[in-house]
């Protein structure tokens, strides 16, 4: 059983679903909920009918704070948030209890109420923590449904052995809250990056003006800082060189505060080629300001009578082709945010800063890119274009980490 204190934060920023279909075991998914929260997840909760007749809306919505979706039909609910936005909303689904109903149900590929609905519309993976009488769970229907969701790669969690709700003893008891809250932290766990050490750039960064003023860019720093998270849970010694934001730094993330281009740079290359422990993947998201003025006034530069003032400004070092511009290179990933021709502004980033991936994102698309929870992106090597569709930051950025993690082993 997962130990509350060693499981404190592993689902910072994660989006969870949690469906309840109807079931004795219900009750449990009040309890389950609360332990997704305390470890840091961010959870909406869906329930079938039968659900209800066994465990109040009301009850998760108070434990969740969010508005429980009960019904693909409401038009109230679906103008809050429709049910494919919260199938797009969350990172993993889980069903706790999953009942031999909506097992089969799954297993058809139905999509006749809410949850349903959900897991069909899902880009995420889906969980189901099995809960039913004995007989039911031996039952031959029952097994042929849910080897066919293990061919669909539904995650089982459970069920256990014991005594159950109808006094029979036998398998179909849903595992306890904190043992499946383990689960859910287990499967957003994957040490791909073992014994590797990467350096992350993000954030913007402030060029001085004068001692009060600066120029900078709107850059949130949450797909770097989301990276940072996504390494360090695929076991890489991660560092985070980090412009000035308001995020947290993610667990187990060595975090590097700068607040100027040439400040990142020195970091940056200070932890890549000057550390004794060698960096073998660096990932450029910092959106670094492209000029800086040429002097700074060393005194707050006064308004004049004039209407106009120029300000004289320099290019700032390119971090990432800096880096990239020596035969003893670490693997070498960039970000192209671009407004427009996407991917043939990123094909020409590829080449000239000498990068092994670039991923690219469309920033003119207002719901998603800079300083949105969200993000959709295309990764670019020179042999192949992969699509990477609308998500959390943090999902992308697990993406982005597995598809590097890949192409580290092919590539070496
Ligand atoms: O700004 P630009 O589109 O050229 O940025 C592309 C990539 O280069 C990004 O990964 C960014 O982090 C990196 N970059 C950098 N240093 C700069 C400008 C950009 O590392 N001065």
Redesign the pocket.
Known sequence: MGNPCTMAGKLTNRRILVGISGGIAAYKSAELVRRLIDLGADVRVAMTKAAQEFITPLTLQALSGKPVSTDLLNTEAEAAMGHIELARWADLIVIAPASADIISRLAKGAGDDILTTLCLARRCPLAIAPAMNQAMWHNSSTQDNLATLQKHNIHQFGPDKGGQACGDIGFGRMSEPNELAQEVCQLFKTRTLEGKKVVI?AGP?REAIDPVRYISNYSSGKMGYALAQAAAEAGARTILISGPTNLATPEHVECISVVS?DE??EA?MNQVYESHTPCDIF????????YRPVDIAQQKIKKTDQDTMMLKMI?????????ANRTDSPLM??????TQNVLE?AQS?LLK?Q?DL??ANDVSKTNIGFNSDDNAVTIITKDAVTEVPEKSKVQIAADIIDYVATYLTKKY
Not at 315 to 322: F, L, R, W, Y
Not at 333 to 338: H, K, N, Y
């Open positions: 750039t960064t281009a990142m740079l940056c990932i450029a998201s910092a959106a670094v300001a492209d290019k700032n070092p390119d971090i990432v082709a800096s880096i990933i960039g970000f192209a945010a671009e502004n980033k800063k990068l670039v991923v």
